[in-house]
């Protein structure tokens, strides 16, 4: 075939892709394929969709969606409604009601409804652009967004986050401005207005899904003031009503929110939250029909200001027909913005750090240009085209989306978390912007001649096949390469402790794998979700058994994954990690007898023997440790070296998992080494599960107490009688105390717990010695179950 005749072809087909119905189907077609990838595995991704799942099973169960979750935040429960709003765990709850009929599993059901809702917000990116500007903008943005892994990774099967329905809504919202812009004719010049009334109403309806929904409402209200500066700039003035129809749709969209938050539960910042109510009062605001600070001090501040501003663009109108004079007056209003913004960014800096304190939580932190290229690849370094579109006299929808830009960017500079959000922008303005960067150069194409105009035009065809390629094949093993943190190790070891332990045993492990316990061995974990400085300081060993009894913990889990974070065990310490020296080394392949383990500059080497030959490299310095201990199969055993110890060293070497721990002496006697690498364990301590070196679980022997029912009775039984009294609260669903009373119970090695506790569901037990905790607990009264045998 000719070249020209391929050429024809290729143009045909790149003229049918862009058609909307056929670029609708390609784009989530595509979209859809990228996000299934996960569903290769059998485990969900991250910490936190555990939680989620293991609450909407636990509410499944009940056939209702109870608040006080007993198998969370040991040992005090957890109260639902102090978290995000009830949308959250509703939504995959009737997809698995929707598809249960066709055989899909709760656990399938909630693995797609991500997926649904990303590729969703990239169908209402399509449709936005392509009312603003044209099937070629439409489908290079929507393109970018589909496969960027930005979006991807919090889109994606089995990675279950609020935001993703935050801006799913915010994609409809931008739909909604954009149909109204794009009805032009005179007969759409007032009932397009109706629009309008759209993107407050999803604003409010993404309060139902995410407890940081707040952002959104910044969103579309930077949407309304900088389409009123552009229709000022562009001597539009009529989309200045526009502007106004805006902002009020917004402000009744917080009405609708804080309604919302009556029935779903609030926000982060909630009446019924204590950071709501103690940001109020530092404040000085009081709360009153609006129960939600955000909102208040929006209604309050934000909307009249903003109405303000618009309303004085509105008479500035009339008055300044200059265009210079214009641009001139808005430059100064930009100044005096960005003034506003340095001079408050401490308090609202503040406010965050309150929100999410400093921790070492990969989210939470500064981005950087790794984070930044990881989230968008290629994409993100297009950003700046955008502004081609300002070249020449721009568009309302410039503007619109410039208030887009100006939000979603900060944000994805100043978190690692709001990369995702933030992903929306970088697809728009790198695909709008790609595409005026292409016309601007065949603009300039057309002044060349000969050779030159044709490879010109073929530069500008490259430029946006290559980015395209190159964005979806960096997308998709972006995204192929994800995979779960959790294993078949930690699958089997938790559900081990589920099927070993009692309902309203409680286990301590680092706060990350919480969740996991929460789901697969339907325990409550002392912490999860967030990092505690409590079980950081006790696997230290600077907290002790004691305090594992006033927190009623029953179970401890040290971990190969702990040993990874070791450095996060010392931050979230407040410790000097400089006396503290731990490093985790792999082993390499090596000839004859010799074991070889490296790490960096670090190094061991063994040789098995009657007595091990083990040697230390650290930097090309050879050292013989002071104590080494190897576990093979089912133990651990410490071995005799030859030599004479001339350092501070001692070494762990697991030949079940082919890894060593060199650390010092320091480190060594912290009750996480002691657990993991020895069995010089305190005799409180009786080794429930080991896997040979990946998780181990230690029962802590202590008073217990063990929940049960006998004779229809549910029954308090004490593993020893050394306890004197016994406290039990009693609360109601919605948290409410209705019944509290103290015991005596010395000598006693059981308590009946009496049928008259006004009506509590909920039950928290003490366990006390005088003024010592012994044992502390929560259960759910229908949760508890007949004793065995």
């Known amino acids: ?11 045909g087909a790149y003229r049918l892709l862009l058609r909307p119905r056929c670029a609708i189907l390609a784009l989530v077609f595509l979209a859809s394929v990228i996000r299934l990838l996960p569903m290769r595995f059998k485990y969900l991704l991250g910490y936190d969709p555990y939680f989620h799942l293991a609450y909407i099973r636990y509410a ?17 429960g957890y109260q639902i409604s102090r978290f995000h709003p009830l949308g959250l765990w509703m939504t995959p709850a009737y997809f698995y009601k929707l598809l249960s009929p066709l055989g899909v599993s709760l656990y399938n059901a909630f693995r797609i409804t991500p997926v649904v809702f990303g590729v969703l917000t990239v169908l209402f990116t399509y449709l936005a652009v392509l009312k603003l500007y044209g099937k070629r903008e439409a ?12 979006h991807v990774f ?13 801006l799913f809504w915010y994609g409809f919202a931008l739909l909604s401005m954009a149909l109204a812009l794009s009805r032009k004719s005179p007969s759409w010049r007032y009932k397009r207005l109706v629009f309008y009334l759209l993107p407050g109403v999803f604003a409010g309806l993404s309060a139902a899904f995410w407890q940081a929904y707040y952002p959104i409402f910044a969103f579309v209200t930077a949407n309304a003031l900088f389409l009123a500066v552009g229709a000022f700039l562009l001597r539009r003035d009529r989309y200045i009503v526009d502007s106004l129809a805006i902002l009020t749709s917004l402000a009744f969209g917080a009405i609708l929110a804080n309604s919302i938050g009556l029935h779903l539960g609030y926000g982060m910042v909630g009446a019924t939250h204590w950071l709501g109510r103690k940001l109020a009062e530092e404040l000085g605001v009081q709360f009153g029909f609006i129960k939600d600070l955000f909102l208040l001090l929006y209604l309050k501040y934000t909307i009249p200001l903003s109405m303000a501003t618009v309303g004085a663009l509105a008479v500035l109108s009339r008055l300044v027909r200059d265009e210079k004079l214009r641009v001139l007056m808005v430059a100064i209003g930009v100044v005096a913005a960005f003034w506003l913004v340095f001079r408050y960014y401490g308090i609202v800096n503040d406010a965050l750090l309150r929100i999410f304190p400093e921790s070492p939580i990969a989210e939470t932190q500064r981005t950087s240009f790794g984070d930044w290229w990881k989230a968008y690849g290629i994409t993100g370094l297009f950003i700046p085209l955008f502004f081609f579109r300002f070249l020449k006299r721009p568009g309302v929808g410039d503007f619109l989306l410039l208030g887009t830009v100006v939000v979603m960017l900060p944000m994805a500079v100043i978190w690692t978390r709001f990369l995702f959000i933030a992903s929306l922008a970088v697809a728009i303005m790198s695909g709008i912007g790609l595409v005026a960067f292409h016309d601007t150069l065949l603009s300039w194409n057309k002044k060349c001649a000969g050779s030159g105009r044709r490879w010109l035009s073929l530069l500008t065809s490259a430029l946006l096949l290559g980015v395209s390629l190159f964005s979806a094949y960096y997308g998709f093993s972006a995204t192929w390469g994800v995979h779960p943190i959790v294993n078949e190790g930690w699958d089997n070891a938790l559900m081990y402790l589920g099927e070993h332990s009692n309902i309203n045993d409680v286990v301590l492990t680092w706060w990350d794998q919480g969740h ?15 990092p505690s400085g409590w079980v950081a300081r006790y696997y230290l060993g600077l907290n002790g058994e004691n305090d594992l009894m006033k927190l009623g913990v029953d179970y401890v889990i040290v971990s190969y994954d702990t040993l990874m974070k070791f450095g996060a065990v010392m931050e979230t310490a407040g410790v000097d990690p400089d006396g503290y020296g731990l490093v985790v080394l792999h082993r390499v392949p090596s000839s004859g007898a010799v074991l070889v383990f490296s790490n960096g500059p670090y190094s061991i080497m063994a040789v098995p023997g009657k007595e091990w030959d083990v040697k230390v490299n650290i930097n090309g310095r050879f050292l013989l440790p002071s104590r080494v201990f190897v576990e093979s199969g089912a133990e651990v055993n410490e071995v005799t070296t030859s030599g004479r110890p001339t350092a501070d060293a001692y070494v762990y070497i697991n030949l079940n998992y082919g890894y060593a721990v060199l650390m ?4 060594f006697n912290t009750t996480l080494a002691r657990l993991m690498f020895t069995d010089e364990h305190p005799e409180d301590y009786f080794l429930l599960y080991s896997d040979g070196g990946y998780v181990k679980i230690f029962q802590f022997k202590h008073p217990n107490v063990v929940v049960r029912t006998e004779n229809g009775s549910i029954v308090l039984r004490f593993t020893n009688t050394t306890g004197t009294a016994l406290g039990i609260y009693g609360f109601l669903d919605n948290g409410t105390l209705v019944f509290r009373k103290w015991y005596s119970v010395g000598g006693k090695d059981a308590f009946v717990l009496p049928a008259d506790i006004n009506g509590s569901v909920v039950i928290r037990y003490t366990y006390v010695q005088g003024k010592t905790v012994l044992d502390r607990g929560v259960f759910r009264v229908e949760d508890v179950v007949p004793a065995r045998g």
């Open 139 to 150: 489908f290079l943005s929507a393109f970018l967004l589909a496969v960027s892994f930005g």
């Open 154 to 166: 919090r889109s994606m099967a089995g990675y279950y986050r609020g935001d993703n329905y935050m």
């Open 60 to 76: 499944l169960e009940k056939g209702e969606w109870v608040n006080f979750f007993p198998y969370a935040t040991g040992p005090w």
């Open 516 to 530: 996991w316990v929460t789901y697969f061995a339907r325990r409550a974990p002392v912490a999860q979700g967030g």
């Open 1 to 11: 075939m000719e070249p020209a005749g391929i050429r024809e072809k290729l143009e």
């Open 664 to 667: 010092n002496g320091k480190a």
